[in-house]
């Protein structure tokens, strides 16, 4: 995303954001075995942009292998901060390569996640969003440019940095 320089608007304000920590895979169905290709997209979407602002996006010829003990996609971005003005919506549609026929792919996961909250915690906040074939779990907080507390992060095995 561009934007170019100029005089900044007497409306303008900080806002609410979102921080994404991590995006896993969990819960496969039977027919899906790790390790799994995967290629497809994350983004988020909000009032600030209604265009997607991607958190993860490969080609199909740029898969990222997720394995068992390591089921966390690799995040990309986002762009710019997600901004909690209005509800925000992450999407996904997230493919794997097929084992029986490496030509074709198949969808893992295809759905859309709406944040309507614009509360702070203080803590990590930790979302499942079942799919037919697995669950995408999403780990987030909400961030005021107002105040710099720290945020506890419990029982997580993720590496945020």
Not at 64 to 86: K, N
Not at 144 to 156: E, K, N, Q
């Amino acid at each position: 995303m561009r934007f170019t320089f100029g005089p900044i608007p007497s409306y303008a304000r900080p806002h609410c954001t979102i921080q994404i920590f991590g995006i896993r895979v969990a819960d496969l169905e039977d027919r899906l075995q790790w390790p799994l290709h995967v290629h497809g997209f994350v983004a988020a979407r909000d009032t600030s942009d209604h265009n997607r602002n991607f958190l993860f996006n490969h080609t199909s010829d740029n898969c990222q292998v997720l394995t068992q003990q390591d089921p966390y996609l690799l995040l990309t971005g986002p762009s710019r901060a997600i901004v909690i003005i209005d509800p925000i919506t992450i999407e996904f549609q997230l493919k794997v390569k097929s084992k029986m026929d490496p030509k074709e792919d198949e969808m893992l996961a295809f759905g859309i996640f709406n944040y309507p909250q614009t509360y702070l915690a203080t803590h990590v906040i930790r979302s499942g969003i079942l799919c037919d074939r697995c669950t995408i779990e999403l780990a987030y907080a909400p961030w005021t440019p107002r105040s710099r507390r720290p945020l506890s992060v419990s029982g997580s095995s993720m590496v945020c940095g």
